[in-house]
């Protein structure tokens, strides 16, 4: 098939949505596809790198058109209504390039891969071809009563809440392309029923993240038991992802438990760590690492015991199929992607109720997972098995039969045309 992708956000060296846009292309190619990807030039070194690893067959299938918006636009990136504007316009100029496509390159599918954002969808259904979207989260929100967890919460949330109604109420284009795309693919029950609101009628849960191949051990990780639980939380120091509520939790923990927690990241709320650790008594009980390289982050995952993280908002978190990837057993929130996805056996999540109901649950969780190590090393093997059905090349395979089932015009070709290059995910 001609394959055109749309992916705003795509670099093969990058985690996020930059690993998420590239490795929706790279396994519509790596599958045997011919494939035009619209894209910044934000990502363009490390593409060309990659393309460079592609033999004469392969980079004659693989084709980049770098979108670029005025200088004014990306100068307004760097504040927040500025990053809107200029995915919107570059939204804009993808689907004129696109139209110019068109007359060269009969299209059979047109994938929307990046920004996977509910809020502002896609300027391509524009073209009349079979679309999928996708997979998209925005739909699920920040319990307001967990409100005290984000200081910033005008800023990252009410303002958020706002400009996400304006758009889903006003663009046309985000009603037209969810009702016009031959498939939907959503992150977590809340972006599901949002879409199914705006007239989407094809509509298939599925996780936004995946795993390169050569991230998995090739057996379950066994390790081995010590004195101290070692827990690990990783992710950007922001205030939606909540880590004072993880660091409230383990100050209630019960005394008799001797545990550790690393974290992993930085960000906003990294001066205030310091702080923190002290007004919830875990002096010497916590390591900072800050950021670290990837190897490293692998290495981190393999060498503790529990993940803990407690996001108050996200559509499902990367790091969670991460941890379950390295045998980790998980303790989080029973709520969006993380409720959706992760295996009830393989997760201790706590309700989200109130702070102080969420808050002994998650202390609780610590405490069942000290006391039953066995308990432990079988949450970890059922996410294990889960992490092991959610590689990208798996999860393309499953994405071309959804479409042979719904489409079967779009029928996916026989899989290893291609050799595999998942190393350069989140490499």
Known sequence: MNVLVSAYACNPARGGEEGIGFNWMHEWHHTGHAVWCLTTPAGRPALDAYVDHLGSEGQARMHFEYVQVPKVIDYLYRWQFGVYLHYIVWQFLAWRTAQRLTKQVNFDLVHHASYGSLQMASWLWRLGRPMVIGPLGGGQHAPAAFKRYVPDWFKTETLRNAIAWLLTTFDPNVRKSLQHAT????????????????????????????????????????????????????????????????????????????????????????????????????????????????????????????????????????????????????????????????????????????????????????????????????????????????????????????????????????????????SYSRL
Not at 375 to 382: H, I
Not at 395 to 408: E, G, I, K, N, V
Request: charged share 15%.
């Open 183 to 422: 498939l939907v693919l959503t992150t977590n029950t809340e972006t599901a029923t949002k879409v199914k609101q705006l007239g989407g009628q094809r509509v298939q849960m599925f996780v936004d993240s995946g795993l390169p191949d050569n991230f998995l051990p090739e057996q379950f990780p066994v390790r081995a038991e010590g004195e101290v639980l070692r827990i690990l939380w990783l992710g950007r120091l922001v205030t939606r992802k909540a880590l004072p509520l993880v660091l409230e939790a383990l100050g209630q923990v019960n005394p008799r438990v001797p545990f550790h927690l690393t974290i992993v990241g930085d960000g906003y709320l990294g001066p205030q760590l310091p702080d923190l650790i002290r007004h919830y008594g875990l002096e010497g009980r916590v390591t900072w690492t800050g950021t670290l390289p990837w190897l490293e982050v692998r290495e981190m995952y393999l060498t503790h015991d529990v993940f803990m993280f407690a996001s108050l908002r996200d559509s499902f978190a990367m790091q969670l199929l991460e941890a379950m990837g390295a045998g980790l057993p998980i303790i989080t929130l029973d709520h969006q992607g993380a409720r959706d996805f992760i295996p009830t056996a393989a997760a201790l999540k706590a309700p989200v109720t109130t702070p102080a109901e969420t808050v002994a649950a998650l202390a609780h969780a610590v405490e069942v997972c000290y006391d039953n190590p066995a308990q432990r090393v079988a949450m970890g093997r059922v996410g294990y098995a889960f992490a092991c059905t959610q590689t990208w090349y798996l999860r393309s395979l499953r994405l071309q039969q959804l479409l042979t089932d719904l489409s079967p015009t779009v029928a996916p070709s026989q899989p290893g045309v291609v050799a595999r290059q998942a």
